[in-house]
Antibody, heavy 116, light 110 residues
Framework: EVELLESGGDLVQPGGSLRLSCAAS????????MSWVRQAPGKGLEWVSS????????DYAESVKGRFTISRDNSKNTVYLQMNTLRGDDTAVYYC?????????WGQGTLVTVSS | QSVLTQPPSVSAAPGQKVTISCSGS????????VSWYQQVPGTAPKLVIY???KRPSEIPDRFSGSKSGTSATLAITGLQTGDEADYYC???????????FGGGTKLTAL
């Protein structure tokens, strides 16, 4: 059974940084792309970033390009999202998903709140 | 403003059929597979349809998907109160090089 467990969400001030982690189990992690998708309070789903199994293909939403960095450690079955220069509109639940175009498994989400 | 367009809400009586539409363009739906996600409030989204019409093994056959040109449709027959949720369509956009989702549709069983 696929399990994705996010961590690292917190309350952070505008301009601050945060690193999210997602520990995966139940599948051959290195064979699959992984993504981060976020959902602002009361809003819809917004794709943030994806990384291929070998980290050779990385994509970002325009809204986070230059501020967020996705990475993965296949030896630890973990994907990360380094978030810098955080803004109020980054406030959201951040979900880790398995896949790139198709998100076939989702974690439970971790809440990031950007506020002073 | 989402790249994919969905109606904000749909409703039907229990036992009836309901459809949710998802409209896009040639660079997204027109050229890629569509998936559908169900999100019960307060929980994470769950995949219910992938590759336009395929169902994960745990999803009942009351759920079906289709695609024609630059539009896709999710259909739910024999509607149950447990189907009440927000539904999102998703795909990849080759021009923007990003994953895209619809704005979501709130399904109510009257």
């Amino acid at each position: 059974e696929v399990e994705l467990l996010e961590s690292g969400g917190d309350l952070v001030q505008p301009g601050g940084s945060l690193r999210l982690s997602c520990a995966a189990s139940g599948f051959t992690f290195s064979r699959y792309a992984m993504s981060w998708v976020r959902q602002a309070p009361g809003k819809g789903l917004e794709w943030v970033s994806s990384v291929s199994g070998g980290s050779d293909i990385i994509d970002y939403a325009e809204s986070v390009k230059g501020r967020f960095t996705i990475s993965r450690d296949n030896s630890k079955n973990t994907v990360y999202l380094q978030m810098n220069t955080l803004r109020g509109d980054d406030t959201a639940v951040y979900y880790c998903t398995k896949g790139r175009q198709l998100h076939d498994s989702w974690g439970q989400g971790t809440l990031v709140t950007v506020s002073s | 403003q989402s790249v994919l367009t969905q109606p904000p809400s749909v409703s039907a009586a229990p036992g009836q059929k309901v459809t949710i539409s998802c409209s896009g363009s040639s660079s997204n739906i027109g050229d890629n597979y569509v998936s559908w996600y169900q999100q019960v409030p307060g929980t994470a989204p769950k995949l219910v349809i992938y590759d336009n019409y395929k169902r994960p093994s745990e999803i009942p056959d009351r759920f079906s998907g289709s695609k024609s040109g630059t539009s896709a449709t999710l259909a739910i027959t024999g509607l149950q109160t447990g189907d009440e949720a927000d539904y999102y369509c998703g795909t990849w956009d080759d021009s923007l090089n990003v994953a895209v989702f619809g704005g979501g549709t709130k399904l109510t069983a009257l």
